[in-house]
Each structure stands twice: as C-alpha cells, then as structure tokens.
C-alpha cells in the first residue's frame, strides 16, 4: 500500500496550492484520510481530515476557513484546497490513512499509512 503526496510549491502569501495524495493497491474510501504538517523544529501536526463513509471533514482552527479538504473516489485521490496562504503555513505536507473508527482524530499515531511529504513555502 503506497500514498502519493504531491502539489507542494512556493506560493506568496494570499496565494492558493492545491495538495494531492493519491493511494495505490488499497481504497482510500474505506479510510479516515488526514493532512498534517511539520515545520522546522516543531512537532507534526493535525490540519485535516475526511471520513470514510459520508466524507464529513474536520479543521484545525488554524486553517478554518482557509482550507478544503475533499476526496475523488473515482481517481482514489484526496485533496487540500489552500487558500489565504500564510506565512505560518510552511511547512512539509504529508497525507496519512487511519481505520474508519478514528476519524475525526488527527492524532499522527492513530494513522499507519503515509505518505512522504510535499514542501509548502509561503513568502511574505
């Protein structure tokens, strides 16, 4: 089982990134899907996440509002809209799989698939 994560970049502030994690031999549906980041020197940390069954989604208060967290069972991808990008935001990106029971958790010990990250720089 295999996540792709993808679609990092440098962007200035005010600016949009889309990220992508894309899964391989295994149904992202079936799954609680999170975004998390870690920046230098600091701890990873929750920013998302979908439910399985009827997609519900979860924020951290520091990206209310500013991201969207969705999921194409079709192409077996989910997605992190970024908008109103902050400096503060930087950060490497990853996407994680956890069982269904843990959503809304984003507690990074609670997920066992991930991905390997996508770098998100936003200048000021």
């Known amino acids: 089982v295999q996540l792709q994560a993808s679609g990092g970049g440098l962007v200035q502030a005010g600016g949009s990134l889309r990220l992508s994690c894309a899964a391989s031999?295994?149904?992202?549906?079936?799954?609680?899907t999170g975004w998390f980041r870690q920046a230098p020197g600091k701890e990873r940390e929750g920013v998302s996440c979908?439910?399985?069954?009827?997609?519900?989604?979860y924020y951290a208060d520091s990206v209310k509002g500013r991201f969207t967290i969705s999921r194409d069972n079709a192409k077996n991808t989910v997605y992190l809209q970024m908008n109103k990008l902050k400096p503060e935001d930087t950060a490497v990106y990853y996407c994680?799989?956890?069982?269904?029971?843990?959503?809304?958790?984003?507690?990074?010990?609670?997920?066992?698939?991930w991905g390997q990250g996508t770098q998100v720089t936003v200048s000021s």
């Open positions: 994680a799989t956890a069982p269904s029971r843990y959503y809304p958790s984003t507690l990074p010990y609670e997920y066992d698939v």
């Open positions: 031999r295994f149904t992202l549906r079936y799954y609680v």
């Open positions: 979908i439910s399985a069954s009827d997609e519900s989604t």
